[in-house]
């Protein structure tokens, strides 16, 4: 059983890289980033306060999550209720780093996350999941782009949907999330040591694939 994983900052491309990948090879995907936002979303709903850690953990532990194939890619069930496109909002997430921050809440969801490895192999989209979840990954990747690059995608993704938004606000809050993703106690985000940094500034989401599909051949 082979893992995959594909670390890097929000916006380099790793959501749609790692949906493309399981597709193409027909393994198993996990979007470790939906758990930290499905938490952070059940303990706003259960009413726990997020400077609680023993209370989100539990939280965590006893998420009542599934993930189902839907029309379009995956639907998450919390509880019973979809709410697929309630954990992508801005809101959710950062109720997500919040609770990402708290070591008992990584704990808690570190079993879960390794359960996802299953023949005949998985992709594992996070922040940590080459460094601490899956330190045994057959191929690790660190996606990143520069902060200007992805302000960029952020902001034309945000234009199409005729949401008004500024870029160098995009950059600011794109740079102060790195800063606080890089520089926490817990699984801070930074490339394993025997990861490939692939840098997608000026790459499409072709070239990134292709370039892990070739890590992928390489290593048969
Ligand atoms: O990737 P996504 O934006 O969905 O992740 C939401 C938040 O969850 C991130 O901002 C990050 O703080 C946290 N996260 C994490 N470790 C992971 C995945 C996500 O700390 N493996």
């Known amino acids: 059983m082979s893992v995959i994983t594909i670390d890097g900052p929000s916006g380099a491309g790793k959501g749609t890289v790692c949906a493309r990948?399981?597709?193409?090879?027909?393994?198993h995907l996990l979007d470790s980033g939906a758990l930290y936002r499905i938490t952070?979303?059940?303990a706003e709903r259960q009413s726990v306060a997020l400077d609680d850690e023993p209370a989100v953990a539990q939280v965590a532990a006893q998420l009542d999550v599934t993930f189902e194939p839907g029309i379009d890619g995956v639907a998450v069930v919390l509880a019973g209720e979809e709410v697929t496109t309630t954990i992508r909002t801005e809101e959710v997430g950062s109720l997500a780093s919040?609770?990402?921050a708290l070591p008992a809440v990584r704990d808690a969801l570190l079993q879960r996350q390794r359960d996802f490895a299953k023949a005949p192999g998985l992709i594992a989209d996070g922040r940590d999941m080459g460094t601490v979840v899956f330190p045994q990954a057959d191929i690790k990747v660190f996606l990143t782009a520069?902060?200007?690059e992805r302000a960029q995608r952020r902001f034309?993704?945000?234009?199409?949907?005729?949401?008004?938004?500024?870029?160098?606000?995009?950059i600011?809050?794109?740079r102060a999330r790195d800063e606080r993703d890089s520089s926490r106690?817990?699984?801070?985000l930074k490339p394993?040591?025997?990861a490939v940094v692939i840098d997608s500034t000026s790459l499409s989401i072709d070239e990134v694939c292709d370039q892990v599909m070739a890590l992928v051949h390489q290593a048969r």
């Open 192 to 194: 394993a040591q025997d």
């Open 156 to 170: 034309r993704q945000l234009t199409e949907k005729g949401i008004n938004a500024s870029l160098p606000a995009l």
């Open 98 to 100: 919040q609770v990402a």
């Open 185 to 188: 106690a817990v699984a801070p």
């Open 40 to 42: 952070g979303l059940a």
């Open 21 to 27: 990948l399981a597709a193409e090879l027909n393994w």
């Open 172 to 174: 600011e809050d794109i």
């Open 146 to 148: 520069s902060a200007e």
